[in-house]
């Protein structure tokens, strides 16, 4: 569940990036068969070891502390269940702890593959899918001798790579505490990032540098993105910065398709995952409109000083924030119709023509007015209404739209926008 939720933070998502870490596991039969790791030991590489199995409920730790496991690679293949992280993590170490050369676990995708940059320092350490585990399992079922060998961990990067993808770990939508307030707000790269490596404690042992992952490696992105574009434009406010980002941002990777989702299963992505999207810093320095917001807005609001919690210390009514100037709109109860209005500042062409491109969410009606904002020398901020009209009566969940202002040249100004649908609020969908 997202948590920074107070419309006058900047939310981000983490994603991946277009890099991967292949790694070569080569069976006793010749058959070559990839997962991911990050392993770099050349000493170790490269070397046949006897396999041991530990399949479904035998991959915990009292199997492994009491089996020999000594100068073998250990695979772990969960069929019946999804292993915490934890869980892995013990077990490797137990491995590791009784002279295993090597570890491969079955994992859904988490990509929290930065975890094990520890563990690779002593042996290989592989996470695979199943479909890669089934055909080692297979190998193990029919070799009387059954071994495998890893090779160093390689490095790919390029459009080959679907990306970016919305991390498995970053928190999604709705807000808990403004259901009103659309949150994500953008997303940015936060998986696998190069850090520099504190001088302490087992950092000493990565080097200069190591891999982390989290929201807390996006959020940097997006704070350098901002000092930029501050630079470019001295007098954009927090707001008009914010907005610069969000209604730039892609929805689509860079191959043309949807942005996806890390989950279990994988999944097409929505404002609940990125926000926005994915941040576009080149066109947010250029993004033709701007939905603005001046702090005395968020006061009159809010019964509570800026900044503090926001986590039940600060309260609005729902209906004083659906006109909050945000360039997101979010109804989390439309019962049969609803009315919200925007504001947009011309920050492009001072004479400018833009008309509304609606994609609705589905089962709402969705009415623009007015359809075209004209803007001049003398008129440099309009506003519009948006009209939301609730198509059947269902107690349903969230469904997503988009409203984009397009003048007919580079500038696409789009937000997201996220309905739900109910009949009443004692009806729950929740079991």
Request: aromatic share 10%.
């Given at each position: 569940m997202?948590?920074?939720v107070a419309?006058w933070?900047f939310?981000v998502a983490?994603?991946?990036?277009?890099r991967?870490?292949?790694t070569?596991?080569?069976?006793?039969?010749?058959?070559?068969?990839?997962?991911?790791s990050?392993f770099?030991d050349?000493?170790r590489?490269?070397q046949?070891?006897?396999?041991?199995?530990?399949l479904?409920s035998?991959c915990?730790?009292?199997?492994?502390?009491?089996?020999d496991?000594?100068g073998s690679?250990?695979?772990?293949f969960s069929t019946?269940?999804?292993?915490?992280?934890a869980?892995?993590y013990g077990l490797?170490?137990?491995?590791i702890n009784n002279?295993?050369?090597?570890f491969?676990?079955?994992q859904q995708?988490?990509?929290?593959?930065?975890?094990?940059q520890f563990?690779?320092m002593?042996?290989?350490c592989?996470?695979?899918?199943l479909?890669?585990?089934?055909k080692?399992?297979?190998?193990?079922s029919?070799?009387?001798n059954p071994?495998a060998?890893?090779?160093?961990?390689q490095t790919t990067?390029?459009s080959v790579i679907?990306a970016?993808?919305?991390a498995?770990f970053?928190?999604?939508?709705?807000?808990?505490v403004?259901?009103s307030v659309?949150?994500?707000d953008?997303?940015?790269p936060g998986?696998n990032?190069?850090?520099a490596?504190?001088?302490?404690?087992?950092?000493?042992?990565?080097g200069?540098?190591?891999?982390?992952s989290g929201t807390?490696?996006?959020?940097?992105?997006v704070s350098?993105?901002v000092?930029?574009?501050?630079?470019?434009?001295?007098?954009?406010?927090?707001a008009?910065?914010?907005?610069?980002?969000m209604?730039?941002a892609?929805?689509m990777?860079?191959?043309g398709l949807?942005l996806l989702?890390?989950?279990?299963?994988?999944k097409?992505?929505?404002p609940?995952?990125?926000?926005a999207?994915f941040?576009n810093?080149?066109?947010?320095s250029d993004p033709?409109?701007i939905?603005d917001i001046?702090?005395s807005d968020?006061?009159k609001?809010f019964n509570c000083?800026?900044?503090?919690?926001?986590n039940?210390?600060?309260t609005a009514t729902?209906?004083?924030?659906f006109?909050?100037?945000?360039?997101?709109i979010?109804?989390?109860n439309?019962?049969?119709?609803e009315?919200?209005?925007?504001?947009?500042t011309?920050v492009g062409?001072p004479d400018a023509?833009?008309?509304?491109?609606v994609e609705?969410p589905?089962?709402?009606?969705?009415?623009?007015?007015p359809?075209?904002?004209?803007?001049?020398t003398?008129?440099?901020?309009q506003?519009?209404k948006?009209t939301f009209k609730a198509?059947?009566?269902i107690?349903?969940?969230?469904?997503?739209?988009n409203?984009?202002?397009?003048?007919g040249g580079?500038?696409?100004v789009?937000i997201?926008?996220?309905v739900?649908?109910?009949?009443?609020?004692?009806?729950s969908?929740v079991s």
């Amino acid at each position: 569940m997202v948590g920074n939720v107070a419309p006058w933070l900047f939310t981000v998502a983490a994603s991946t990036i277009d890099r991967l870490f292949p790694t070569a596991i080569t069976l006793g039969n010749g058959q070559t068969l990839t997962g991911q790791s990050l392993f770099a030991d050349m000493e170790r590489a490269n070397q046949f070891h006897k396999m041991k199995l530990y399949l479904n409920s035998m991959c915990n730790l009292t199997v492994a502390n009491s089996t020999d496991v000594k100068g073998s690679i250990v695979l772990c293949f969960s069929t019946t269940s999804v292993l915490p992280i934890a869980q892995l993590y013990g077990l490797a170490s137990a491995v590791i702890n009784n002279g295993g050369e090597g570890f491969i676990f079955t994992q859904q995708s988490t990509d929290f593959l930065v975890a094990w940059q520890f563990r690779a320092m002593s042996i290989p350490c592989v996470s695979v899918d199943l479909e890669v585990a089934y055909k080692i399992l297979q190998y193990f079922s029919t070799s009387q001798n059954p071994v495998a060998k890893v090779s160093l961990t390689q490095t790919t990067t390029g459009s080959v790579i679907p990306a970016p993808k919305i991390a498995a770990f970053s928190s999604r939508g709705p807000s808990s505490v403004y259901p009103s307030v659309l949150k994500p707000d953008i997303a940015a790269p936060g998986v696998n990032i190069l850090a520099a490596a504190p001088q302490v404690g087992i950092y000493k042992e990565l080097g200069l540098y190591f891999f982390d992952s989290g929201t807390s490696f996006a959020c940097p992105h997006v704070s350098g993105i901002v000092a930029v574009l501050k630079s470019l434009h001295p007098d954009w406010s927090p707001a008009a910065l914010k907005s610069a980002l969000m209604t730039t941002a892609y929805i689509m990777d860079k191959n043309g398709l949807p942005l996806l989702a890390d989950a279990t299963p994988n999944k097409i992505a929505d404002p609940f995952d990125y926000g926005a999207g994915f941040l576009n810093p080149t066109q947010a320095s250029d993004p033709g409109l701007i939905y603005d917001i001046d702090a005395s807005d968020y006061q009159k609001l809010f019964n509570c000083m800026l900044g503090s919690d926001t986590n039940g210390s600060c309260t609005a009514t729902e209906s004083s924030l659906f006109d909050l100037n945000l360039p997101s709109i979010a109804i989390p109860n439309l019962k049969s119709s609803e009315t919200v209005s925007r504001t947009v500042t011309n920050v492009g062409q001072p004479d400018a023509v833009y008309k509304a491109f609606v994609e609705p969410p589905a089962g709402v009606d969705m009415l623009v007015e007015p359809m075209t904002l004209v803007f001049g020398t003398d008129t440099s901020s309009q506003s519009f209404k948006v009209t939301f009209k609730a198509m059947r009566k269902i107690q349903g969940d969230y469904s997503f739209g988009n409203l984009a202002w397009h003048d007919g040249g580079s500038h696409w100004v789009r937000i997201p926008i996220a309905v739900r649908v109910v009949i009443e609020d004692s009806y729950s969908t929740v079991s």
